[in-house]
């Protein structure tokens, strides 16, 4: 279900005319509540040449949903980070004001693929849902108004840097970033910022990542939830890499001058062989990591997620040949990539959860289930099998669970259910089991025993007329075996 299906505003539908992309959506378009929808479904909008001169542009009083926007850049691949900065200085998708949701989107070759901006005094809330960006030169989100945004299920196949909140005290975000289920690529890309010198084939001498985040003082804190990072490259010139390696704890990592990421659960960073060889090891660069950080070589994790992402959003697919990715050769020019898919299959249906309740008190209980895979995890409760409500949900993908839960009423009788889906959204749930809560006093509750079961009485079986006028009836002996009882009349009586 998208915010098409649940946005209740009028719905327009996206054109490429002579006034694309301004689509200005004041309150005259939207319904009483200010809401509206834009949909792109069967359009792809051109890039537009020169500074701040955007592809699709929308603003309105919100809340705002825009869902199947697809926008496909043709600037040459080959441009260092100076010379396509001197095309335009513009986004993909800029919004501006309002409640926005962009949903089920597409942005190939882009120079920032979004920025949210604010011209007048409101509150900007942004969430960004469902997308896949490939090729992007600079900022995936220049979110330098620092309004609070939500990141989710979005596949960035190629982003020169990640998240950019440097905008000082003009923002109005006061909560997070949060980044949730999210694929991400820090792509290599050839001539970085302030770098022009090419060789005598005319490829850029120089090639590196940008920043994760590009943050100040000002800038809200992230939250990291079930992401992976694959890290292609740092810097390439020796002047690049004594910069790189003197800023890494904050060009690469978690960390911002306000301080580390707020909570990071389950966060994947794949640091190549390569990479190392080079630099050394991740741990070195950075330094330490936060809790809920693991870091590997192993470059397949991206690939397979990849993969399966792009199995499960083929809807998105909407750019010539997709899917496809870029890649900086070892000459220093870029090219186009075939991606292959490969057999990635629709995967196996998730097992059953085994649960372990353990701990169970007057008022509590701790419940440890598994499905022996990296799960989500939720768990049921209630007086009744068929009335359990949710009482615990874990977002976070985990082997293993365990959860606390309390309030329960003593020396009662619960029933509960564990379950829980895995990262291909196959989802399962263990057998209804039931537990006593104790008495008040930590005594085992001595449940009513119920009251024995009387085998069913049958019914006495009348004779019936035997055929010579006496009496016959079925019978039965000691081992089972039926037989007819017949008692013959004496003289006709």
């Known amino acids: 279900m998208s915010c098409r299906d649940t946005n209740s505003g009028p719905v ?22 200010g809401n509206i929808v834009v949909i792109g479904d069967g359009v792809t909008i051109p890039q537009r040449q020169g500074q701040n001169n955007y592809c699709f542009r929308v603003r309105g009083p919100g809340p705002i949903c825009t869902d199947g926007i697809t926008v496909h850049n043709s600037t040459d691949l080959q441009l260092g980070w100076n010379d396509r900065y001197r095309l335009g200085n513009s986004a993909s998708i800029l919004f501006r004001n309002g409640d926005v949701r962009v949903e089920n989107f597409r942005v190939f070759n882009g120079w920032d693929a979004f920025r949210p901006e604010r011209r007048e005094q409101s509150t900007l809330r942004y969430h960004l849902k469902s997308g896949w960006v490939t090729h992007n030169r600079d900022d995936f989100d220049e979110n330098d108004w620092t309004h609070d945004g939500i990141h989710e299920d979005l596949l960035v ?33 050839p001539g970085p910022d302030g770098h022009r010198e090419k060789d005598s084939k005319g490829a850029y001498k120089t090639s590196a990542c940008g920043r994760l985040l590009k943050y100040d003082n000002s800038s809200p804190p ?48 794949i640091w190549p062989d390569e990479a190392a060889a080079r630099w050394g090891s991740w741990e070195d660069l950075v330094g330490e990591m936060p809790e809920g950080v693991t870091v590997t070589n192993d470059v397949s994790i991206y690939e397979n997620a990849r993969a399966q992402w792009i199995q499960n959003h083929q809807h998105l697919m909407k750019i010539e040949n997709d899917p496809i990715t870029t ?8 090219e186009v990539v075939p991606i292959e898919l490969g057999e990635v299959q629709p ?4 097992g059953p959860f085994t649960v372990n309740v353990t701990g169970i008190s007057h008022d509590r209980a701790v419940f440890n289930f598994t499905a022996g895979q990296e799960t989500t995890g939720e ?7 068929d009335n359990l409500e949710r009482v615990k949900n874990e977002t976070g993908y985990y082997p293993e669970h365990r959860q606390h839960v309390s309030g329960m009423a003593p020396a009662t009788l619960y029933y509960y259910q564990c379950g829980g889906c895995n990262r291909a959204n196959s989802c399962n749930r263990s057998e209804i089991g039931s537990f006593w809560t104790l008495n008040e006093d930590g005594t085992p509750v001595d449940p009513p025993t119920e009251p024995p ?14 055929p010579t006028g006496g009496l016959s009836w079925p019978a039965k002996d000691a081992q089972g075996n039926e037989f007819t009882v017949t008692i013959k009349a004496k003289n006709g009586q």
């Open 157 to 189: 196949d190629g982003t020169y840097i990640y998240l950019s909140s440097t905008g000082g005290a003009k923002g109005t975000g006061k909560e997070k970033t949060l980044v949730k289920d999210c694929i991400i690529r820090m792509q290599r890309m």
């Open 379 to 385: 768990t049921w409760l209630g007086l009744s099998p």
């Open 12 to 33: 327009y539908q996206v054109e490429v005319n002579e006034q694309w992309p301004y689509i200005d959506l004041g309150p005259d378009k939207a319904d009483s509540n």
């Open 327 to 334: 890649r900086l050769k070892s000459d220093g020019f870029t």
């Open 222 to 269: 992230v939250e990291w939830q079930n992401v992976i990072i694959y890290w292609e490259w740092i810097a390439s010139n020796p002047s690049g890499e004594s910069s790189w390696i003197a800023n890494a704890p904050n060009q690469m990592g978690f960390r911002h001058k306000n301080g580390q990421c707020i909570k990071c659960t389950n966060v994947t960073v």
């Open 453 to 466: 079961v009387e085998p069913p009485v049958e019914p006495p079986i009348e004779p019936e007329p035997g």
């Open 347 to 350: 995967p196996e249906p998730l």
